[in-house]
């Protein structure tokens, strides 16, 4: 049973930009084909079988929302939007763990304030990260831990044996207070590889993750199975032209299976499959069948 497994020894699916399937506000230039990368709110991702989620939460008019922005050098300035607020999904959350023991991951990072003017966005202080983690408290069947604990090492049993589990991993160098060890913990206590293609070509980004895949068997790995638009498409996706990041995912997301699966062997397995545009279950069946390939 995968319950008496190790999390480095089993794999589960991931959501990137997770928060991103609406924009909420956001900068003059960027369009949503640039800046949104799932259909899908995290409740929604969370039914469809995604456990580990990519948070980037940003401040926005003083409130914290999840954010994809980029600094466009020839502007100077940046760009991007925001997608749903930490409020949402907390409650998003919450729901899901109500009524399904299962172990969800929070990874939060790229954090942005975007309140001090758009050529100075800089990443959250200490005093901002403390409220996000108020906020954050909220969500219920945070998992209690050792500081220094190994969580890939534990087994999926020992974060549900009784009950929902949730875990916020935080990726940035802040400090975690009280919160560390209560539901909180630094990535070195769920450290993942995580290393993109940056690649806007089905094949091309497959052998990159697979290389990777291959030469950090012993760590806890994430096959990033994203596709990334270069500068003329996120220029002109918006003009009807099939390149946006979801058309990019789609494109991805068709092939998931027939390339990783014969790719996977004792000596290179993916621990997370990292995908754009959850629409269903698919990365999620892929993910059991190489539990039990």
């Not at 008496?4 to 997770?18: L, R």
């Not at 948070?55 to 020839?74: L, Q």
């Not at 290179?268 to 993910?287: G, K, R």
Request: one cysteine or more.
């Amino acid at each position: 049973m995968l319950g008496n497994k190790k999390m480095n020894e089993i794999c589960i699916t991931g959501s990137h930009d997770a928060g991103m399937s609406v924009r909420t506000s956001g900068t003059p230039l960027a369009a949503n084909c640039s800046v949104l990368t799932q259909s899908k709110s995290i409740q929604g991702q969370l039914e469809s079988g995604a456990r580990y989620f990519d948070i980037r939460p940003v401040i926005s008019a003083g409130a914290y929302y999840t954010g994809h922005y980029g600094y466009i050098g020839k502007l100077s300035s940046w760009q991007g939007a925001n997608g749903q607020s930490i409020d949402s999904i907390i409650a998003d959350v919450n729901s899901f763990t109500s009524s399904q023991k299962e172990l969800v991951v929070l990874n939060l990072s790229h954090s942005l304030n975007t309140d001090v003017g758009n050529g100075s966005y800089r990443a959250f202080n200490q005093g901002e990260w403390n409220v996000l983690f108020k906020e954050l408290a909220k969500i219920k069947n945070l998992f209690i831990a050792n500081k220094t604990a190994d969580l890939t090492a534990n087994t999926l049993n020992d974060f549900i044996a009784s009950g929902a589990a949730v875990i916020i991993i935080l990726e940035e160098n802040a400090n975690l207070g009280s919160y560390e060890g209560n539901g909180f913990f630094k990535y070195a206590n769920f450290d993942v590889y995580n290393s993109y293609a940056d690649k806007n070509q089905v094949d091309s980004m497959a052998t990159d993750q697979f290389n990777k895949m291959k030469a950090n068997n012993s760590k806890y790995f994430l096959l990033s199975w994203t596709l990334t638009q270069d500068a003329l498409q996120a220029a002109t996706c918006g003009l009807g032209t099939a390149s946006s990041i979801k058309d990019l995912a789609s494109q991805a997301n068709q092939r998931l299976a027939s390339l990783v699966y014969p790719k996977v062997s004792n000596t290179a397995f993916p621990n997370i499959i990292y995908t754009d545009d959850i629409l269903n279950s698919n990365a999620a069946a892929m993910a059991m069948a190489l539990n039990w390939k």
